[in-house]
């Protein structure tokens, strides 16, 4: 038997701590003893009901875990026993465009495929990628997603180059991979956060400018002032309905927005912007395993070490989520599956 996170019915406070039965290795697939998992704003959302109030029950939730390998079932050949893995976001996307049978394949929401958190798990060979040797078990779980969404943004829609300007909102799990990217490809970061003491934290980490949106409400204005009118050429835009318009203010002329979330509701815009300034507005669903790996590479060769805040126990998820519902974490919250 194992332990598992459970959700039965939705709400923190339902999340149930539960015994499952172990899994077995079928033909072509892994155990994987998790180690670690880390938190999304996604799984929030989908804990609390408002991802997909239809979301099929019982599931465990949570998309990005690490962990070793324990069992190799027949007809494996890429994994042995001990390696260290990350299972990728959508289990079966593995390369180019996404559609919707891979991104049916989610892991985290919803019964058919369900999440990381718990203490083993079977895996497609497939559907894995090796940990960096940099990285520990809690650091590599917090790639697949949030990682992952911040390298399609920048490096694959983004085609980010040295020398440009990338705006981030905020300073959740997304936007600080992105900064992070963004300095390892040479950028001029500007970056907005809602405090003074998470503005040091980001100036340590890199960023050239920072704006503390609650005292600069019109923080659009203080991104052209600090470009000198010309605006940034790609936008990491998390907040949807309270940022979008600023976000679409603060690029420039033929610059990328690259649409990943919407923190503070749904966004009812003037489309007369995009338009007018010819922008470039990409919706990005996190990414595939190729992504991951080129993240994986970009990581190592730079020993880039991903940012997080807290690390929980694993009997601590009900604690963990409602941390990330504070909004206080800088980075990403882990819980450590031991
Ligand atoms: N499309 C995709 O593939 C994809 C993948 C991952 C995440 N997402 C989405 O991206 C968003 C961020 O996810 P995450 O996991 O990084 O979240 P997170 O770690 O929970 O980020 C929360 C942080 O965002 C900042 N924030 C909150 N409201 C804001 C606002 N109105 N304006 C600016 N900043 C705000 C706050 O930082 P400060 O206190 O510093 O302001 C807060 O601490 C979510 O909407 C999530 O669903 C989408």
């Not at 440009?164 to 490809?185: H, N, P, R, W, Y």
């Not at 009812?268 to 007018?276: D, E, H, K, L, R």
Request: glycine share 10%; net charge neutral; hydrophobic share 40%.
């Amino acid at each position: 038997m194992m332990k598992a996170w459970v959700i039965n019915e939705f709400g923190i406070d339902n999340l149930a701590f539960e015994d499952r039965e172990k899994p077995q290795a079928g033909s072509g697939d892994v155990v994987v003893r998790l180690r670690s998992a880390s938190l999304n704003y996604r799984d929030f959302m989908v804990v609390t009901g408002t991802y997909n109030p239809r979301m099929k029950v019982p599931a465990i939730p949570v998309s990005d875990g690490a962990g070793e390998i324990v069992e190799v079932g027949s007809n494996v050949a890429k994994w042995k026993v001990g390696d260290r893995v990350m299972p990728i976001f959508a289990q079966h996307w593995f390369d180019g465009e996404t559609s919707e049978e891979k991104r049916r394949t989610s892991l985290g929401a919803g019964s058919q495929w369900d999440g990381v958190l718990r203490e083993y798990a079977a895996f497609h060979e497939e559907s894995l990628v090796k940990i960096p040797e940099s990285l520990s078990f809690e650091e590599a779980s917090t790639l697949p997603c949030a990682g992952v969404t911040a390298w399609n943004a920048l490096s694959v829609s983004g085609n980010v180059k040295a020398g440009e300007t990338v705006l981030t909102l905020g300073t959740g799990g997304v936007s600080i991979f992105a900064l992070q990217l963004a300095k390892l490809f040479g950028a001029r970061v500007i970056a907005t956060t809602s405090s003074e003491s998470k503005m040091a934290k980001l100036k340590e980490l890199g960023a050239d400018e920072t704006i503390n949106y609650r005292v600069r409400e019109d923080w659009d204005s203080a991104v052209l002032e600090i470009t000198e009118k010309k605006g940034v050429d790609h936008v990491i835009e998390v907040g949807g309905g309270d940022t979008l318009g600023r976000s679409l203010t603060s690029v420039r002329l033929g610059g990328h927005v690259a649409m990943i979330g919407a923190l503070s509701g749904p966004a009812g815009f003037n489309p007369i912007s995009v338009f007018m300034k010819a922008v470039r507005l990409q919706g990005i669903f996190v990414g595939s395993r190729k992504m991951l790996e080129d993240l994986c590479k970009a990581v190592e060769v730079n020993r880039m070490k991903p940012v997080i805040d807290r690390v929980f126990e694993f009997d601590e998820a009900r604690e963990a989520l409602k941390y990330m519902q504070s909004g206080s974490h800088f980075g990403k919250i882990v819980l450590r599956i031991s």
